[in-house]
Nanobody, 114 residues
Framework: QVQVVESGGGLVQAGGSLRLSCTASGSTRSINRFGWYRQAPGQQREMVAIISSAGTTNYADSVKGRFTISRDNAKNTVYLQMNGLKPEDTAVYYC????????WGQGTQVTVSS
């Protein structure tokens, strides 16, 4: 059973930066694909960024140029560097790890004040 744990959320002023981390444990195999998703109050969960085992990335248009996803395969860990944060980035951020099936973390709150 794979466990997924996120960390790094918090409160930041607009224009600031945060770095989220997510580690998938419980498997000796490397995670196929990691993804960061977010869900704001009253809205559906949306994809923020995904990264394959080969390092191929994909971003939501709303975060391109501001967020960077990266991973450490040896640690089964993925990171999301968020720069130039905006109030509309406020949401609970969830990590998804795919290894035969999708595993989700509990989420970490990111709040951007104006």
């Amino acid at each position: 059973q794979v466990q997924v744990v996120e960390s790094g959320g918090g409160l930041v002023q607009a224009g600031g930066s945060l770095r989220l981390s997510c580690t998938a444990s419980g498997s000796t195999r490397s995670i196929n694909r990691f993804g960061w998703y977010r869900q704001a109050p009253g809205q559906q969960r949306e994809m923020v960024a995904i990264i394959s085992s080969a390092g191929t990335t994909n971003y939501a248009d709303s975060v391109k140029g501001r967020f960077t996803i990266s991973r450490d395969n040896a640690k089964n860990t993925v990171y999301l560097q968020m720069n130039g944060l905006k109030p509309e980035d406020t949401a609970v951020y969830y990590c998804e790890a795919i290894l035969l099936r999708a595993y989700w973390g509990q989420g970490t709150q990111v709040t951007v004040s104006s």
